[in-house]
């Protein structure tokens, strides 16, 4: 079975979000919010099969 994670950082069908920005080198301190989507295919009109929320916080 393969399942394809969609992650999108911008425009209308964004769904992550730069919560706490920084000005650090490499990212550091960036805190970003996310609930991608997973399909069981490659494109959206395949079936949605769940969401993976949680956060990223990019460390050097």
Do not use: C, V
Not at 21 to 43: A, E, L, V
């Amino acid at each position: 079975m393969k399942l394809y994670l969609h992650q999108t950082g911008g425009g209308s069908q964004r769904n992550q979000h730069e919560t706490i920005g920084t000005t650090q080198p490499q990212s550091f301190g960036t805190f970003i919010t996310n609930d991608w989507i997973i399909f069981d295919g490659p494109d959206r009109n395949a079936n949605l099969i769940a969401n993976a929320e949680g956060f990223i916080s990019p460390a050097p």
